[in-house]
Structures are given as structure tokens and as C-alpha cells.
């Protein structure tokens, strides 16, 4: 039995991001053009970090799953092709958003934001509840550690700080501490660089300088 817990960095990191999205629908005033394209930027990158995050899970959960348990992937797969049309369905929204900016039109996006965080919600919590129990089970975790590794290794810089951003801030100060003394004993001092700035806007004051004390 393994103790990793596959699903739980990513997870953590989608919840905050659909948290900032519900709480960015329901601020926005149509007037203001800048608030605006600040929230089709941050929904498009909420967005994109779900569609990676599913392409992820199908290849290094689902597809080694149905390799020792044959038939386990299937309800998540169904889930998955299920929300897909939802996150589609969303970015259309966002092209009304920007050619038609009332409030009327941010209303029923904020509407829609919040129905898709609450069916998001409870498709991760069963993917916990059965999926991620069963990868416990018939993976080690130096396997499941090999499965974060070519997950980064398949990961653009870019994608990479954008999992930084939104993760980081959700977890805790020793889970975030171990990831980014790995990331400095590997990366290259620009890439840390670039990873801590961007946890610096990323997260609270206080969070940030605790992170910067403990790693001295
Ligand atoms: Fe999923
Ligand atoms: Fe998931």
C-alpha cells in the first residue's frame, strides 16, 4: 500500500482555482473593461489547467489502472468526456463575455461558473474516494513518484509555474518546503527564481515569507 497521495497536490491546486474563478464571476461589473479581461484571462488559464490536469489522469491514473484493475477507469473516464463539454461550454461563454460585456452576460456566467465548480468538486472527491484509494493499492510509491516525474518531465515551463501558482498556496508550509528544496537542488537558479516569484504574488505575505524563512 502506498502513502502517496496522487490525486491530493492537484487537487488542492484545482479547488483554488475554482474558488478564485467563482469569486472573480461574482465581482466583476460589466463597466469595468480591465476587471473584465482579467477575468476571461484567469478563466481561460483555470481552464486550460483543468483540460492538462484530465489529460494527466487519463494517462498516469486511468490507463496504468485498467492495466492491474480492468474496468476502474471507466466512470472517471465517462466523468471526464462529461466535464469536457462542460469546460467547452464555458469557453464559449467567454467569447459573449468579451463581445457583449453586459451585466446580464456576467451574471449568467457566474451562474454557470458556479454549477461547474460544484459538479468539479464533487467529481475529485470521488475520484479520492475510489480511484486514488485503488492506485494506493496496486501502486508503490517509488511507481507513483515515477508518475510525477514524467508528469514534469511532459510539462512546459510555463504550464509548470502555472501549477506552482495555483497549488502552492493550497498546501501546506512542509508539503510546499520538500517540493521547492527538490526544485532548487534541481532547476536552474533562473527557473527558482522565476517559481518564487511567482509564488510571491501567488500567495498571502505571511504564507510566502514563512516559505522564504524555512528554506534559509
Ligand atoms: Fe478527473
Ligand atoms: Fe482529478
Do not use: W
Not at 81 to 99: A, C, H, I, M, W
Not at 120 to 148: C, K, P, W
Not at 181 to 187: G, I, V
Amino acid at each position: 500500500m502506498a502513502t502517496l497521495r496522487p490525486l491530493d497536490p492537484p487537487h488542492k491546486g484545482i479547488r483554488n482555482a475554482l474558488s478564485q474563478l467563482s469569486l472573480a464571476a461574482g465581482s466583476t461589473a460589466a463597466s469595468d473593461i480591465a476587471a473584465v479581461e482579467a477575468l476571461v484571462t484567469l478563466c481561460i488559464d483555470v481552464l486550460d489547467f483543468l483540460d492538462e490536469h484530465a489529460d494527466f489522469e487519463e494517462k498516469y491514473i486511468l490507463e496504468p489502472l485498467e492495466e492491474r484493475v480492468p474496468g476502474a477507469g471507466a466512470a472517471d473516464h465517462a466523468a471526464h468526456q462529461e466535464l469536457e463539454t462542460k469546460v467547452q461550454g464555458l469557453r464559449d461563454l467567454l467569447t459573449s463575455l468579451t463581445s457583449t460585456p453586459n451585466q446580464d452576460t456576467i451574471d449568467a456566467f457566474y451562474t454557470e461558473v458556479v454549477l461547474f465548480q460544484a459538479a468539479y468538486l464533487v467529481h475529485m472527491a470521488q475520484e479520492e474516494a475510489t480511484t486514488e484509494r485503488l492506485m494506493m493499492e496496486h501502486f508503490s510509491d517509488e511507481e507513483l513518484i515515477g508518475h510525477q516525474i514524467a508528469i514534469m518531465g511532459e510539462t512546459s515551463f510555463e504550464s509548470l509555474l502555472r501549477m506552482f501558482r495555483f497549488i502552492a498556496p493550497a498546501r501546506r508550509l512542509d508539503e510546499n518546503l520538500q517540493v521547492m528544496q527538490a526544485f532548487r537542488a534541481n532547476a536552474p537558479e533562473p527557473a527558482f527564481a522565476a517559481v518564487l516569484a511567482t509564488l510571491q504574488s501567488a500567495m498571502p505575505a505571511v504564507q510566502y515569507n514563512a516559505l522564504i524563512d524555512a528554506l534559509g
